[in-house]
Nanobody, 119 residues
């Protein structure tokens, strides 16, 4: 069983930066894919970036490409989302999630952390 806990959200001005963390308890191994989702009010949950736990291969949605960076730190069993050049449209609840490679469903979710970007 894997449990995920996000932290680092908050209020930031347009153009600012934030770093979100996702700490995992339980064992993450090479078969996991990690990701960050976000959900803005009245909108569907959106997958914005993924990383393979083993090799660190990453992917990004067009909406965040070039501004956000996903990373992971083995020693701390933690994943990060570095967000730069934030825009008001980035305002959302951000969730980290994990799934096993080859599965479509995301099996493990954090509780979410609010990010608000003021104009």
């Amino acid at each position: 069983q894997v449990q995920l806990v996000e932290s680092g959200g908050g209020l930031v001005q347009d153009g600012g930066s934030l770093r979100l963390s996702c700490a995992a308890s339980g064992r993450l191994f090479s078969g996991f894919v990690m990701g960050w989702f976000r959900q803005a009010p009245g909108k569907e949950r959106e997958l914005i970036t993924t990383i393979t736990w083993s090799g660190g291969s990453t992917g990004y949605a067009d909406s965040v490409k070039g501004r956000f960076t996903i990373s992971r730190e083995y020693a701390k069993n933690t994943m990060y989302l570095h967000m730069n050049s934030l825009k008001p449209e980035d305002t959302a609840v951000y969730y980290c999630a994990a799934r096993l490679t080859g599965r479509a469903a995301w099996d493990y979710w954090g509780q979410g952390t609010q990010v608000t970007v003021s104009s």
